[in-house]
């Protein structure tokens, strides 16, 4: 009887060593992913920071807001795909697309661009303005989660 019980009591804390070393094998993987996604996600701001700020400024300085590309038309010109002829952030504006590692995890990236006022980031513009938010969102199935990033890019020109 006592056999009995020493088995009983050692097939149990067995049991519980499987449990947490499965466990925190679920846990590096969803850190692996989560820096993966990070990575993506930084990479799509620094693609998107390299370009101008809008179309027309490409070619030419800008002096007013006035001759920005209207709110509700930011996004790929006509003729543009993404991401072969971006040439501007707002370019970014309603892109998604599929990002994989051979070393594992599949994200699914969206993008946003719009608007917004220096005093107020969070709130998006229904007119032009000097500084445009891009948003990054970044997903796998086996993360559970989103990553969420947020850059406000500012159109500055000094003489």
């Not at 067995?14 to 070393?21: A, G, H, Q, V």
Request: charged share 20%; glycine share 8%.
């Amino acid at each position: 009887m006592l056999v009995v019980g020493a088995m009983a009591l050692l097939s149990t804390g067995i049991l519980m060593m499987n449990n947490s070393f499965a466990d925190t094998g679920k846990v590096v993987l969803k850190s692996k992913l989560g820096i993966n996604a990070l990575s993506v996600g930084t990479s799509v701001f620094e693609k998107a920071i390299g370009q101008d700020f809008d179309e027309v400024t490409t070619d030419s300085n800008l002096q007013s807001v006035s001759v920005l590309t209207a709110a509700s038309q930011l996004g790929l010109d006509a003729g543009e795909t993404f991401p072969d002829s971006v040439d501007d952030v707002d370019d970014y504006n309603n892109a998604s697309f599929v990002k994989s590692f051979e070393q594992g995890g599949t994200f699914n990236v969206s993008c946003k661009v719009e608007y917004v006022n220096a005093t107020s980031p969070g709130t998006s513009a229904s007119t032009p303005t000097f500084h445009k938010k891009i948003t990054v969102l970044v997903s796998a199935p086996e993360m559970g989660d989103t990553v969420k990033l947020e850059y406000v890019m500012s159109y500055w020109y000094f003489r």
